[in-house]
């Protein structure tokens, strides 16, 4: 096992060394140049290059990420072009935020999605399956935006129920949560539904329950315990994308999370911030999944690393 | 007092509308105390001013920072604020000496001197800061020196005492006042840079009417009253916080229910027309023209637009009044260059009327009774699609092939900056806004030969040396008796430029405010031409 995450590690280290030059390429081929978007419009042509020498944009592309790489081994993100701040301090200023987004995002989606994957797995081919597939369907497929702004109108503006947006305590969580959480319940009652309908088939859940073993018994005990896997990793991969910030439902709130930060950081072609979070989402997706691959051996003892 | 919106807003939540506006103003006695809640879609990057550059950051910069000039309210005429007085003008136009006023303390209690000043002009020109407002004070006796790395200090900044300060420039420049008026020149104390290592924009201390007291990235800033300000009793509030990351449309939102006193992204586009006709908003609502032009560049370097024919033919081809109701009438359509409330403007300037007919005969005589193909660049945020299809419409209606690309902003700049990419670049988004109420600002940075090179603005490449001379000619005529020919010189030069027809001027941006019933400011104080927002003029109904 420690020999198996040693290896992920070194594995996550290479993603990581990719994750950062790919995107270190993609937005130094954009056809836009940051030193202008820092200048702004009335700056002289001279301006924009003295700011293009401080920022050292006019180094050959190389010559830039080698530097870059080596202000990372210090965990140096480097300074946002724009707000002159570290990208460090940026990056940490936001993820409080997002990780509680995160939490209430992941947790309404196993609320709503796992018992609606049951029942459905429970009642195959009859209406609350049908029911529950056509709400999974719809609720995958709304627009984020459209529900988002649906949920404020509704239960903050209409019934006043929750607060119109920003960041605060748990009652300014429950919207942003709700709206990423509908639409990924659909996602968990989906995949629930069929890893469940699967293991319901197989040969040891027939002997639970020819030994006379209660349903409840036999699904909690048996069933439920092996159909979780997959639940598992994708709650990895819904940690890694949930960490990487969610744009619409964050910009609709006001939720200052990483989602804002790199939108913003984009429409400047602010490289650093651009950069510093693509590699922090990489690196928090990376261990996720790592966490969720060292999680399975405990649910499913079939499965060992060696 | 909270407000309840129309059952008809859910179905103004998701789509646009057109328009028509009401003007009001609550000009009541100001009160002092309370606080107000501003919104705001975007994040601020920075307060620090010698950075800060954009219609969010303007206003709020003004909150922490004083410069030695500013602006009668609503107006653009120069008043001394951190200066004791109106400074004087040596005969050769040159030199210009400051008295500042004494006792002026920075928020950190230390007096504010001359040697600030100094400082914080020489920053704003040192490299190292990375000041977008650099190429303002290169004019400066010795600037250029110093940006270059030849000197240590910058010859033309003088101070002598305490309170004496004097700055000579290079060339006489009759827009230099206004130039010192800007935020770039907003004094700052050395020692509070030097502490904050580099993140001055994130931990500001100025002189100004509010101190920050609090800033959450992505989520608020919180401004309190200084309460040693030393100017007209100024500010009235105690206290105000800026929300960012508010969608507009939930700011609304906000505001109807007593939670924002003031959108700072203006009224939503999707609820506009329905607010503007309500009359129980009418009394929340201000408007006023911007000094700022849209307009659609046409480059002279690419064929057939090289041909003035084919030019004016394009200024005779595209109907901008159908461009304003588009916008749900947001804008004044443009017949010149310049906006109205620039000085220099021409009352009397036609433009080209829209006359497709004209047009056609432009371009036969041009020898393009076949018409042309060409590209229309634009940015790609709404409505700005929308209009260059417009475009592209009455384009199509005189036989011109235009072909759309619509692209992030930040690509539209560079190709329009790059000699030869972009035939016709749709400016919106990206209107010329005043940086300063003087109308060598329209000429310098966007229609003139110095900034038609590679990385420059001028995006009909259009470079006519004897307009140049007359432009700088008029610069130097800084007498108080020379400025009414100085303004009328600069009608002559904008005259010629529409004449060559470089651009088509549409129009000039309507900004609407929208404030809660408690907020009191006139438009004077909500709309301002200079800072948009005079947070230290607003106050609270008691």
Sequence with gaps: MLGFALGRLLQALGVLLVASFLTFTLVFLLPADPARMVAGPSASVQTVNSIRRELGLDRPFLAQYAGYLGRL???????????????????????????????????LELLIGLPLGIWAALKRGRWPDTLVMGLAFIGAATPQFWLALSLVYLLAYRFALFPLGGYGGLSHLILPALTLGIGGAGWYARMLRASLLDVLDQDYIRTARAKGQRPAGVLVGHALRNATLPVITMIGLDIGTFMGGVVVVESVFGWPGLGRLVWDAIRVVDIPVIVGVVIFSAAVITLANLLADLVHPFVDPRIRYR | MR????????????????????????????????????????????????????????????????????????????????????????????TYTF?????????????????????????????????????????????????????????????????????????????????????????????????????????????????????????????KRNPAYFYNSLPYLDGVTIKVGLDPSVAFLSLTRGEVDLLGDGIPPAQFLQVVKDPRYRANILNKTSVNTSYLSLNTQVKPLSDVRVRQAINMAIDKTKLVRIINGRAQVAKTYLPPLMPGYDAGAKGYAFDPAGARKLLAAAGLSKGFDTVL????????????????????????????????????????????????????????????????????????????VSGGWNWPWYCDKALDARADKADRMVAPGQQAARLNEYKAIFAALDKQAVWVPIYHEVRHVMHSDKLVGTAADLLDPIHFISYERLSVKK
Excluded at chain 1, 80 to 101: C, E, H, M
């Design chain 1, 73 to 107: 081994t210090g965990l140096d993100l480097g300074r946002s072009y724009k707000q002159n701040s570290p990208v460090r301090d940026l990056i940490a200023s936001r993820i409080g935020p997002t990780f509680q987004l995160m939490l209430g995002a992941i947790a």
């Design chain 2, 99 to 223: 008295t500042l006023r004494p006792g002026v303390k920075f928020h950190n209690g230390r007096e504010l001197v001359a040697d600030d000043v100094v400082y914080t002009l020489t920053r704003v020109l040192d490299p190292k800061t990375k000041s977008p407002g650099q190429s303002f004070y290169t004019g400066i006796k010795g600037a250029q020196a110093f940006v270059d790395g030849k000197a240590k200090t910058v010859s033309g900044l003088k101070a002598s005492g305490k309170y004496g300060l004097s700055i000579t420039l290079e060339a006489p420049n009759a827009a230099f006042l206004n130039i010192m008026a800007m935020n770039f020149a907003y004094v700052v104390p050395k020692e509070e840079v030097a502490k904050a290592g580099g993140d001055f924009g994130h931990k500001p201390v100025g002189s100004g009417p509010f101190t920050l007291s609090k800033w959450v990235s992505g989520q608020s800033l919180e401004f």
């Design chain 2, 3 to 94: 407000r309840t919106i129309p059952r008809a807003v859910p179905a103004a939540l998701l789509m646009s509308l057109s328009l028509a506006a009401t003007q009001t103003a609550s000009a009541q006695t100001p009160a002092r105390g309370g606080s107000i809640v501003v919104s705001y879609k975007d994040d601020v990057t920075t307060l620090d001013p010698a950075i800060g550059y954009d219609y969010q950051n303007w206003p709020i910069e003004k909150m922490v920072f004083d410069g030695l000039l500013d602006y009668a309210p609503g107006g653009t005429t120069l008043q001394p604020r951190l200066a004791a007085k109106m400074p004087t003008v040596s005969k050769d136009g040159l």
């Design chain 2, 377 to 452: 660049y634009t940015n790609s945020t709404d409505p700005n699609p929308r209009l260059a299809q417009s475009i592209q419409q009455d384009l199509a209606a005189v036989g011109i092939r235009a072909s759309i690309k619509s692209q992030a902003q930040s690509t539209v700049i560079e190709a329009a900056g790059t000699k030869g990419a972009a035939p016709m670049v749709w400016s919106g988004g990206m209107a010329w806004t005043q940086d300063y109420p003087d109308p060598s600002d329209f000429y310098w940075p966007i229609l003139s030969c110095r900034s038609a």
